[in-house]
């Protein structure tokens, strides 16, 4: 049923970088009614963000519009950390188990481009040169004036309002949220360039030394992003370029690094041939690390750089935001078509906001170890970092927090979990895996798919796993015509959880099969039949378990938290 039946007040969504406009996207999917505004009467040119991860990746997939990320993008597979000209770590993503096991990169102002195009055929369009100049909210409502680059004002009344404004956020400005944090003494410099190098391009590199830090991001065809930390000395002119969503600019107005400075930074502190020939644009900045104390306020919620700014190392900012809007989405979606309790949106903090202090943790110490010419954290460096980067659990552990597939939710209250023989626990990610399905929904027929493909961000998927049905002691073919008996206890579960949440779920039976373009059933899921996986919209694990009285905990689950009119387990409060 479309969203405006029950409520036909649009989401408000301040800010059209990556995190609105995922946030955008996950709204309109489900049929809720948004209005994207942005101040810019044109998008920023400059390229900002430019990694996208793996767990990222895998998002765009289930959305559907991952093929001209891939297409556009460029792969980079492993990591590589010099200090003084010696290699300390050498990470290699290969080992992932993703079907995208390494680091795209991509100019911020394509992956806008991308999400904008793609938002254009769920039919939102950006409304540039529009700002928010006010807004007033009760407990039950909330008003707003924008106001158009021609002057013209509007007044407003959205059901909600999510704040993806940006470092410098209006909106948390005039709710008086503190940003606690700090800003790092030093000045960055930050440069596109082309770049000749010995190395292989799908590689990119961290070079420490007395001298600074330098890092090399290899964006194909030559190009590079270029980042150092530098003495500031440079000349004084009105008005500099800025890196956007970076960081802050240098209190004093300065002109932009030129290719000669570039050159002589990489000469001092990069003992590997690297001949910059062209910069096609420069900039100097301050790294901030700051966050918010709460991501919600009444009917006004903060995602992005309006929560959280920290060091771009690991590539870490832009893809927390957009994770943050597709968390956000669909929990929005459930409660204004009035099918959730509001307790709902509470939980976008409770799981959110220790993610962000984490990343500002991480990408803070990093830095710090990065640029240290002295004392412990070089000593930690340059003597202990080798020793543990040969350690196989802990590039295991590496490469998984970087790409961002550790990312999980156990200790939410909207995971329920049972012990099952092996596969991902409730508040995990969902991973794909290859299966036959045995029937589905929308006169879904029998045959072989992914789990990916399955899932559609716009629903929960229940996923019923059964044993595949013997033909002459052999396991079902993917071909098979025969399909499992149905187990009663799995019906009567289905039956209930449609009627729990009607519209909003999807049921799939499935059961293993062999070939490739994805693990096994077994391999990801375990190995328990039969057996359920209840799967968020936004792709991670919500409840598991096995036939008996896991089903029942299951149903009670849904009602307490999917559901209206549902009452809360004690156990499960926030």
Not at 400 to 424: A, K
Not at 531 to 555: K, N, Q
């Amino acid at each position: 049923m479309d969203a405006a039946a029950h409520d036909a007040s649009p989401v408000l969504i301040v800010g059209a970088g990556p995190t609105g406009l995922a946030a955008a996207m996950s709204l309109a999917r489900a049929h809720i009614p948004v209005r994207l505004i942005d101040k810019a009467l044109q998008p920023n040119p400059y390229s900002r963000a430019i990694g996208i991860q793996a767990r990222t990746l895998e998002l765009f997939e289930q959305h559907r519009l991952i093929e001209p990320f891939l297409e556009l993008g460029h792969r980079a597979r492993i990591a590589n950390l010099f200090s003084n000209g010696m290699r300390l770590a050498r990470l290699d993503f290969d080992p992932l188990h993703t079907r995208y096991p390494y680091l795209l990169f991509l100019d911020q102002s394509v992956t806008e481009r991308l999400l904008t195009e793609h938002l254009a055929t769920l039919g939102v369009t950006v409304e540039r040169g529009v700002e928010l100049m006010m807004f007033a909210q009760g407990s039950a409502s909330i008003q707003v004036t924008l106001r158009r680059a021609d002057g013209h004002t509007e007044t407003l009344r959205p059901s909600y309002v999510i704040a993806a404004d940006g470092a410098h956020s209006t909106i948390r400005h005039r709710l008086g949220l503190s940003f606690a944090g700090k800003t790092f003494e030093q000045t960055f410099l930050l440069a596109d360039v082309h770049a000749e190098t010995d190395w292989p391009e799908d590689e990119f590199h961290i070079f420490a030394s007395g001298e600074g830090l330098v890092a090399l991001f290899p964006m194909g065809h030559g190009r590079h992003r270029l980042i150092a930390d530098h003495p500031l000395e440079p000349t004084t002119v009105p008005e500099p370029a800025t890196p956007g969503g970076l960081g802050e600019p240098p209190l004093n107005r300065v002109s932009p690094p030129s290719l000669s400075e570039c050159n002589a930074l990489i000469a001092r502190r990069v003992r590997e041939r690297v001949d910059v020939s062209e910069l096609a644009w420069s900039s100097y900045f301050h790294l901030n690390s700051r966050m918010v104390e709460r991501l919600r306020v009444g009917r006004i919620f903060l995602a992005g750089d309006a929560a959280h700014v920290h060091s771009p190392a690991g590539a870490q900012g832009m893809n927390t935001g957009i994770q943050e809007a597709f968390n956000l989405g669909w929990k929005l979606a459930r409660v204004l078509k009035g099918a959730a309790p509001d307790r709902l949106l509470d939980t976008y903090h409770h799981e959110r906001h220790p993610i962000e202090r984490d990343v500002l943790r991480q990408t803070g110490f990093i830095t710090h170890m990065a640029e240290a010419d002295h004392g412990p954290l070089k000593l930690l460096r340059e003597r202990v970092m080798p020793v543990l980067a040969a350690l196989g659990p802990l590039r295991d552990a590496a490469r998984m927090t970087i790409s961002e597939l550790s990312v999980q939710y156990r200790r939410s209250p909207l995971t329920l979990e049972r012990l099952l023989d092996g596969g991902p626990r409730a508040g995990e990610r969902a991973p794909d895996a290859l299966v036959h399905v045995v029937d589905g929904p929308l006169g879904r027929a029998p045959g072989v798919g992914c789990i990916f493909d399955l899932h559609d961000p716009a629903f929960f998927s229940l996923f019923l796993l059964v044993p595949p049905l013997p033909v002459d002691g052999t396991p079902l073919d993917p071909a098979a015509k025969h399909a499992p008996s149905p187990d009663p206890e799995l019906e009567r579960l289905a039956a209930e959880v449609e009627k729990l949440l009607p519209g909003a779920v999807r049921i799939w039976r499935v059961t293993d099969t062999s070939g490739e373009g994805a693990p096994s059933l077994s391999e990801s899921y375990g190995r328990t039949r039969p057996s359920f996986y209840l799967v968020r919209p936004d792709g991670y694990i919500s409840a598991r378990g096995r036939t008996g009285s896991d089903l029942h905990g299951l149903l009670r689950h849904c009602e307490a938290w999917f559901a209206v009119g549902g009452v809360i387990p004690e156990q499960a409060a926030l």
